[in-house]
Every structure is written in structure tokens, then in C-alpha cells.
């Protein structure tokens, strides 16, 4: 026998389906429902008897399923004429236009009730556990699909997505090639960092050029009017008087190795009162040569050519720095652009909330004349107006982004337009799942990387450095050769003594050696010094680059593994929630009253739909959070250029500075080298080397100040 309890809730299922025996079959069928729901202990009571599970009233019910049944089997005799759902379950997914659990005409129109969207047949009442809805909300949770439950996420939202969804007079549509090609042909910043890689071109044949040879032209009058203290002076006159006039030529050649040579010729005339002046009126011609040539400090191609090799060093470095600088602005416009089509995304999937809300709102009011009361439309109300500050708060978002990319792009006919124009976003952000070996990308990224590229030449200047303070320390020793012709002739004739000077007489020779050393060197050993510091400090910095480049390499492999599990995370939170929802909006609909626990069920729905549209936002954003990840470990590997088909080239070799789009590239056709961190061992190796640094400080005991004692990397003082 049933127990009071049991018989209690029995006479009230008897007495509610006897007050309604007359009526038609939707509302019979509803309270049945109801009924169903209250005997089994469902989430929902009308009864004042404290609520029990499901499983403990299906235990109970074990012995007595034989009474049981045939009071149901009564009821289902009375509803013979209703057409029950083979599914439940399948009547209870939301259509994919809006993700509703009814159709939108469907209100209180024709019956108090409304048409119910989920039915239980009678004879599965009792079948099994798993029927009900709490036993099916635990389906879902565990991560069950059945026939009739979860699939694969439908994006719904996003053809709505790329239509007009603002209130703009006019809209354009963009896609990613298209908004790379008009940021790279457009945007001030990529047109600046391009120039600024030019100027620092230019330096290499700025310095080039000083090995260009340098014509020299002087020519000059003058007067000397003296007075003498010697008749030996002028033979008689008191004072001296010559007039004269000079005219040269010549040119300056410094070589690579530190030679200077000078190649000049003279011609002019000289007249005087001096009685000794003979002969008068003289034209005179000559024609000097000199060649200096540093023997020990300042010889030799790599002193010399030191200011070019740095230029060339730097314009590489700029180069680098071109690459980072272009990889930024580029990944900051996908950046907005995918955050553009999150927002317009949600935008989308914040408006059909409201519109689930608002058609929720109607069904409240067209039912308030007979059971639905004051406290049901204001929590309809309430969420409302809360959806709409949400919607509020996309819009104003969209509309943010939409002119962050305007200013990124930089296009003068886009900039010129209405700035109310509404900018849509084209892209597919389903991409599928990439698996990526961290060593793999450690190499390719060590490979590609700018920041490596421009460490390591820096290292290389600094060694530069090392090699040219060595070679200051030595003292300066030039030799210097002077040889000349000369003519010379009276009546001014230069064109005779010009002649003359190859055909009369011999040249002059002289030949000398200049020394010169400052005492105790020591600007020339701190320069020295210092310059071993710097190279020291490069390496390590290398070193620094190598690990952060590493760091940075593998986690955005771990993040983009992560945004692929949080992805799939997230679209089963979805299809969850997309079931909850519809579960909730049914027994909403099987409902009515204003009071007890009949209003909760209508907050709890209010609060699914919030959920629902929760995990749909949150959906996307794990979509678009996944791309930039990919996007992020590219970067991070040095490959986001190669991968997107944009190449910086050099037009025919001059400094002017083109970006190209071309043919994405493959990374597979970059094959993987072998490398291994260098240990420490290893730098202090390299740090011996004097291909690298010269010799070593301990070989040169002498160039160590006994006041300032150094530590050489070997651990000896």
C-alpha cells in the first residue's frame, strides 16, 4: 500500500484533474503534465510537501508502479485524442535561427495555456530514470549525445553577423587579404618604419663614401709690400715688393688600408723689385705627390672600413626591427579585426536574447488576465532592461573598434568617408585543430626570428669594437714619401715651365717615419677594455634573447593548445546550455500561477537564456581567442609574415624599402635545422677565439692597469 504521503499526493492529483475533466484536451494534457511532475518529485511543486528526487520517489514507487500506472492509463484514456512526441527530447532543442524553444507566434493565442512544446508519453512515464529532465540535464552534464540530444555547435549567429546590424547610412565589407593589402599600402606607421630602414641604408654609403677620391682646386692673387732691414733682401730698394699669382689641382685618395695619397699641381707667377730676382717675371710649375701609409695603429682593411662595417651592421639590425615593427602593426589590425567580429558576433546573439526575453514578456502578458500576475512581468521586466544595457554596452564596443581599424588600415578614402559607416568584418574563425611539436617550433624559431637575427648582429659589432681598440693600443708608426717635378721660367711663361718640369732635371724625393705613443696608453687600454665589457654584455644578451625567444615559443604552444581544449570546452558549455534552456522553457510553458515556486521556474528560465547567451559569447570569444593564439605562436616563431605572404625587399638593391604581398608561404618548405643551445663553456670558447675578440687579456699581462685589476672569463685576475 501507498503511504499517507503517497495518498496525499494522489487525492490532489484526483482533485485537480476532476476540475478540469470538462475542459479540452491541451489543458488536460498540461495538468497531467503537471501532475506527472509533482508525483515523481521533479524540480517543480505546487504541492506544500517538501519536494523529494527523483530517485528516491522512484524507489518508493518500486512496489506500486501496478496502481500507478493504471491511474495514468485513466488519465491517457481521457487524452486519447493528442498526438504524443516520439522524442521528448528532440521536441525540446531550440531551433537554430535563434536558438528559441518555440516558434515566435506562439503565445496564448487560442487557448489560456498555449500549445506545449515538450510532451512525456505515459507509457514512459515510469520506463526508466533517464527520461526525466533532471535525468537528461545529467546526460548533458556527463557529456552524453544521443539520438535526440547534443551535436556539433551550429554558429547560427554568424551569417547574421556579416549583415547590417547598425544604424550607419552606409557599410563595407572586409576580408583579411584585403585588409592586409590596404594596410600595407596605406597605414602611415608601415610607411614610416619602411623610411626609417631607408635612412639607415643610406648610412652604408655615407660611409663608402669616404674612400671616394676628393678633387682639390685653389687658386689666389696676393701682394707683399715689406719694408727690409738688409740691402742683401732686395740689393738697393727700402722696401720688397712681389707680386704673385697661384693656381692648383689636385687629388686626395684614402684607401681601405689607411693609405692617404695627394697628387697636386701648381702653377703660377712671381714678380719682384728685388734686384737679386732673376729671372724677371717668373712662371713657375710643379706637381707633388705624397703618400702616407700607417704601419701599426690605424693600418689595415678592417680599421679602416670600420664606420662602413658598423653602418652595415646597424642597417641589418634596422632591418630586423623593420620585420618586428611590421609584425606588430599587422597582428594588432587581425587583432582588431577579430575582436570587430566577436563583437558583431555577440551583438547578434545579445539582440535574440532580448528577443527570447521580449517573447516571453508577451506570453506573461496575454496570459495576465487569467494566472499570471504583477510579479511575473516585473522579473521579465527586470531582465529586460538589464539584456538591453548589455546590448548597449556591444554596440558602443562595435563602434570602437570599427574606427580602431579605420586608423590602423590608414586609408585616406577610408578615413575621408562617414565616419558613421559600418565596417563588416568577413572570416571564417572555424579553424580546425593544428598540432604543433614545441621542438619544431624552437628551431623554426631560432631560424626566423628578428630579435635573434638583430642580438647576433650586435655581438658582431661588439666584436667589431674589440678588434678596433686592439688596434689603437699599438703605437702609431706612418712612413711618408714626398717626390716632385718642377720648371721654371721667366716672362711668366707657365706653359714652358710646365713642360719643362717633366723634361729638365729630376724629381725630389723624401723619404721619413713618424712615431707617436702616449704614455702609459691608458685611454687606449680603457677603450680596450671597455669594448671586451660590451662584447661580454652582448653575448649574454644573446644569450637572454635565446631564452626569451624559447620561453616565449613554448608558451604560445601551450596556449594554443589550451585555446583548442578551451574551445571544445566551451561549444559542449554551449550545446549544455542551448539543452538547458529548452528544458527550462518547457516547463515554464507547462506552468502557470504567479505564486510559490511557479514564479521561480520563470526566474530560473530567465536566468538559462542569460546562460545560454553567456555561452554562446563566450564560444565565439574562445573561437577568436584560438586564432589570435595562432597568430600569437607565428610571431613568437618568427614565421607570421612568411605565413601571410608578405615580404620586405630592397628595390634593385637600392635603399628604398618596398613591402610586398605575395603567394602565402609553407612552412614546409623551410626544412627544420639541427641546433642545441650553446652552454656556457662554449661562450667563454668563442670569447678566446681572436677571429672573434683578438687575444686574450691574460696574454697581454702589460695592458692590465695595476689600479683597476679586470676578471678575465677564464676566473684568473
Known sequence: MLTSRHSRRFALLENTLSCFCARDARRQWAVFTMAVTIVLGGGVSVHPVSRVSHAVWADELEGHTGEFAAFLSQVSEQNSGLELPDDPVRTAVPKAGIGSTSDSQDAAHGSEFGTPRFAMPVAGALAGRGTSADSAAAG??????????????????????????????????????????????????????????????EKIVQQQAAFDPTILLETGVGRVNDPVGSTLTTGGPPRLIQDSFTSSAGVRKITQLGTIVDLNQEIGTLSSNSQFFDPAHQGNSRLSLSITQPLMATSGRVYNTRLVTQASIESNVAWQQLRLDLESHLIDTLNTFWRLYERRAQLVQQRALIARGERIGKLVAARASYDSGPLQQIKVTRRLASDRDRLLELEAEVERLQVQLKSLVGSPSLMSMDQRIELIPLGDPNLPVETFEVRDCIVRGLEHRADIKAATRQLAASGLEVNVTKNELMPRLNAVIDAYLSGLNGSNAIGESFVDQFSEGGPGITAALTYNLPWGRRAAKSRYREARYRYQQRSEELRMSLLEARREIESSVIRVRAGAALRASKAATLLASRREEAIATRRWETLAGDGGPTALVLEDLLETQKRHTDAEQAYVTAQVNYMMELVTLQQAMGTFLIREGIEPTRVNCTSEVQILATTPGNLSDYPLENWSEPSANQHEADWNEKSVSGESLIGQPEMIENELPIVDPSGEH
Do not use: K
Request: no cysteine.
Open 140 to 201: 548533458m552534464a556527463a557529456g552524453e549525445v544521443t539520438a535526440g540530444g547534443l551535436g556539433a555547435v551550429v554558429p547560427w549567429w554568424e551569417p547574421r553577423a556579416s549583415e547590417y546590424l547598425l544604424n550607419s547610412p552606409n557599410f563595407m565589407q572586409v576580408d583579411v587579404p584585403t585588409l592586409l593589402t590596404d594596410t600595407l599600402e596605406s597605414s602611415p606607421r608601415i610607411s614610416a618604419i619602411s623610411r626609417r630602414t631607408s635612412i639607415a641604408y
